[in-house]
Every structure is written in structure tokens, then in C-alpha cells.
């Protein structure tokens, strides 16, 4: 039965079916002039497929018009997210520092 189970798991995902009701995109519901829930794991495996990298909020918010996306961007930054300054991309910021080979 287990492995029933997990093939049917498979095949959800595989086919992107959402739960009624929901978006297609996130399977949360929201009105599709809102923003995707970008964290949302089924928006964050699908974005990937088709990008290649996770979701930023920009990409979530994308579809929306420009009032939406002030409306956002402000009540994101009121919880701490700064949605302009967020990477495309992954990426690590190394800092890398000359003064210990200079006394040498
Ligand atoms: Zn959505």
C-alpha cells in the first residue's frame, strides 16, 4: 500500500493539480489580482521548474498592475521585506580581505 500511496503522491504533483478552488499557480486561494504566494511550495517547485531559480516576491507579484504591486511591496517592507533589494538569484557575499597577506 505504500507504495500505492506514494505513487499516487507522485502523480498530484506530476499532473499540477491544485485543490479546487485555488489559485493554479500557488494552490492557495486568492483573488487572481493578488499576488501568488511566494512561499508557497507548490508556486516555489513550479517557478523552479520553469525558471530555474526560486521565486523572488517581484515574480510572485508580476502579474499584478503597478497599484497592486505598491500596495504590496509597502506591506511587505512593514514586515521587514524589502522587496526591491531582493536577489534574482542565490548567491553568497564574500568578503575577502587583502590585510593579512600584506604584512607578509
Ligand atoms: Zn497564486
Redesign the pocket.
Known amino acids: 500500500m505504500g507504495y500505492l500511496q506514494d505513487r499516487h503522491g507522485v502523480m498530484m504533483v506530476g499532473l499540477g493539480r491544485v485543490p479546487e478552488g485555488t489559485?493554479?499557480?500557488?494552490?492557495?486561494p486568492?483573488d487572481p489580482k493578488?499576488?501568488?504566494?511566494r512561499d508557497?511550495l507548490a508556486?516555489q517547485y513550479k517557478f523552479y521548474d520553469e525558471n530555474g531559480r526560486w521565486p523572488t516576491w517581484m515574480d510572485a507579484m508580476a502579474h499584478c498592475d503597478e497599484d497592486m504591486k505598491q500596495t504590496w511591496i509597502k506591506a511587505l517592507r512593514e514586515k521587514g521585506v524589502v522587496v526591491e533589494q531582493e536577489p534574482a538569484t542565490d548567491y553568497i557575499n564574500i568578503e575577502v580581505s587583502l590585510e593579512d597577506t600584506e604584512d607578509v
Open positions: 489559485c493554479p499557480e500557488c494552490a492557495v486568492h493578488m499576488p501568488h504566494n508557497s508556486y
